[in-house]
């Protein structure tokens, strides 16, 4: 797809910024620009969370479906987000994996502006198909996400607004959790343990403690308890969500 330009305000400087959808990288990019791709986003990856092997950053940046990059005016990537297209049990199933934002950038809505614009690539190709819903998974440690998402879904697990008043969830159900269990293992995810009751996994942190997400705080009461009950009741923990996602309530709520 082709680039577009927006400006923002960094520094108390107005700065041109680029985005761009690249669809199958691993397809439609020649062998030169994929390594050139790779170099930059080991750079973006090591100044924004550390050093991570070569092959996990091939795995989430070329061996996806859309592959969403930001540019500053130096032509330089500072911030990207992935999302990948899985077969999983006769399921189309997409996925948000990587995302990552220089920490020069941060605070100026980067993420939300890739979310969109891959969203929207997601919408406009499923609707031209027929299909007014979507079915996803992905992991994360911020009850901001999950509670964005729980509001656009027709489905969701866990969803932190069908918590009971003692604080727990229902397990997840039979076809939930294979689903979700397959799609670790098809993902390659690596992970130590896997909770049925409220989906969290633990491990990927276990040799980046850099990387844990601090608690965060929500105006909604629900979100908050979900959060002290299952992801800040441990350290490094993450919840791996499965939701079918109406795309009616993405364009119009």
């Known amino acids: 797809m082709k680039s577009k330009s927006f400006s923002v305000i960094r520094n108390g400087k107005r700065e041109e910024l680029t985005i761009e959808v690249v669809k199958n990288p691993n397809i439609s990019l020649d062998v030169k620009d994929r390594k050139k791709l790779l170099v930059e986003v080991e750079s973006l990856v090591q100044d924004s969370w550390g050093e991570f092997k070569d092959e996990y950053l091939e795995k989430s940046v070329l061996n996806v479906y859309l592959l ?22 006769d399921k189309t199933i997409y996925s948000f994996g990587l995302t990552v934002v220089h920490p020069k ?13 891959l969203a929207s690539s997601v919408i406009f190709e499923n609707i031209l198909r027929g299909r007014f819903s979507i079915e996803v998974i992905f992991i994360t440690p911020n009850i901001l996400t999950i509670g964005t998402i729980a509001k656009k879904a027709k489905f969701m697990y866990p969803n932190p607004y069908l918590i009971k008043k003692d604080g727990t969830l229902d397990e997840a159900d039979d076809e939930t959790w294979d689903l979700i269990k397959k799609y670790l293992d098809v993902s390659g995810e690596r992970y130590r343990s896997l909770d049925r009751r409220g989906s969290i996994m633990e491990g990927f942190y276990d040799d980046k403690k850099e990387l844990v997400v601090k608690k965060r705080e929500h105006n909604d009461e629900k979100l908050n308890i979900f959060g002290e009950k299952y992801l800040y009741a441990k350290s490094g923990r993450e919840v791996v969500i499965y939701a079918k996602v109406s795309l009616f309530k993405v364009i119009f709520t």
């Open 105 to 117: 950038y941060r605070r100026l809505n980067l993420l939300n502006k890739m979310g969109l614009r």
């Open 68 to 89: 969403c990059l930001i540019r500053n005016s130096k032509n330089e990537i500072i911030a990207l987000a992935p999302v990948k297209k899985l077969l999983i049990k």
